[in-house]
């Protein structure tokens, strides 16, 4: 401690010391100060001064910088006024188009309306008309086609009902489009729409417009399956009015069927005519004959896969019409021929297809001989006891590849040729051919024996 107080007693004298020796160090001279003038001669170089104080240079991140800033604040000026612009085109564009549905919706509901009421009667029509029609057709036969019958009616009972669901369903959309207060009733002119109500009505239109996409949608699936329960309708149900059909199950030497005309057999000029479903064809196979001892092959009405053969007198003398037979589908055949000019000629489903003069010209049916369906005899043959045909030993003549499998009805043959207008009639699907009977074969009146496994339905 006191040898802190003498280090501070001694610097506080060298402090008061140091003034005095400084002071008589300086002496002070006030005479003229010639010496300082400066000569002419002697004038020394200016001495250079420092430049004003200005700021430092700008390095090149700097510079970019400030580019960025500036292109940055012009890119949010042109967003602005873009989003300025689109909003003012889209309200704009919203009020017409607000506009243009509050003008316009009543006369487009109304087309709708209208629309959607022809779409409802039409169909229901149609369904009505196909049950009708089925109920007349199978009103005096109801065991034979009970089951088929009743599945089918089943269905379009279910495709009606589904139609006036959807018709009810148009109506409701009708009600609600025509007699709401915001919505499109405005027949007259445009009402313009508040603020507060534009939002609702667009959600109004938006609801609309999908409910109308699926109730159209709806019915073009109701109209899609009606036409294909109608299709199936057809290929099950007998075309023509027919009531019965003859049914030959497979292909086989003992499945036929013989006719047994009450006149005779002995014509110049005949027309034929039938309607068959097969459900197989083959390389030759057989639909209709008439032959006897001496020529098998007098008449044969014949298919060869797609095409359709007739011959008058054996095969020499052969018409023929290609792509009109189709497998499982019910067609129309005709063949008409004629002695005096030998005209021969063939139809298809009411259309000719096929015509060669000279066929058999001058020849003549002989009587006696014997007609079949589905089967033909390919000549004479050792005789057999228990044939039980009219000619002896006649029917064991028989080939299972030339069998007929399928349905046939409508059967019928004329002793002359028949004018374009009545065989188009009898080609009708849906009319009432099977009611045409011919005066040498009648369906439902000449007697027709099935042999083997073919059978009446």
Known sequence: MFLRLLRAASLLSMCLCLPSDYEDAIELNYGPSYYNEIAEEET?????????????????????????????????????????????????????????????????????????????????????????????RHRDSPAAAAGNSNQLETMLQELLSAAQTQASRLSKLETSCFSSPG????????????????????????????TLEMVLAALQEVKVEMEE????????????????????????????????????????????CMWFKPTSISNKTVLFTYGNRRNPYEIQLLLKRNTALFTIGGEAHLVEARGVVNPGRWTHLCGAWSSEQGLASLWADGVKVASTPGVAEGHVLPDGG????????????????????????FEAGFDSKLAFAGKMTGVNMWDKVLSEDKISQLSLREGHGCEQSGNIVAWGVTEMVPHGGAQFI
């Open 44 to 136: 020394p170089a200016p001495t250079p001064t420092s430049a004003p104080c200005r700021s430092s240079e700008l390095t090149k991140w700097d510079k970019m910088f400030s580019m960025l800033e500036n292109s940055q604040m012009r890119e949010n000026m042109l967003l602005q006024y873009a989003d300025d612009i689109i909003k003012v085109e889209m309200g704009s564009l919203r009020s017409e188009m607000l506009r243009f549905v509050a003008q316009y919706g009543g006369s487009c509901g109304a087309a709708v309306e209208n629309a959607g009421r022809r779409m409802e009667m039409q169909l229901n029509s149609r369904l009505r008309e196909t049950l009708e029609l089925l109920k007349l």
């Open 183 to 210: 919505g499109m009733n405005t027949k007259a002119g445009f009402h313009p729409l508040r603020g507060g109500e534009q939002g609702h009505h667009e959600q109004e239109v938006t609801t609309t417009e999908a």
């Open 229 to 272: 329960a109608l299709r199936s309708s057809r290929q099950r149900f007998l075309p023509a009015g027919c009531e019965m059909a003859l049914l030959f199950p497979m292909r086989s030497s003992r499945i036929y069927t013989s006719i047994i005309p009450d006149v005779p057999v002995s014509l110049s000029s005949f027309t034929v």
């Open 370 to 393: 014997s007609l079949q369906l589905g089967q033909e005899r390919n000549g004479c043959c050792p005789p057999s006891l228990s044939s039980g045909s009219s000619v002896a030993g």
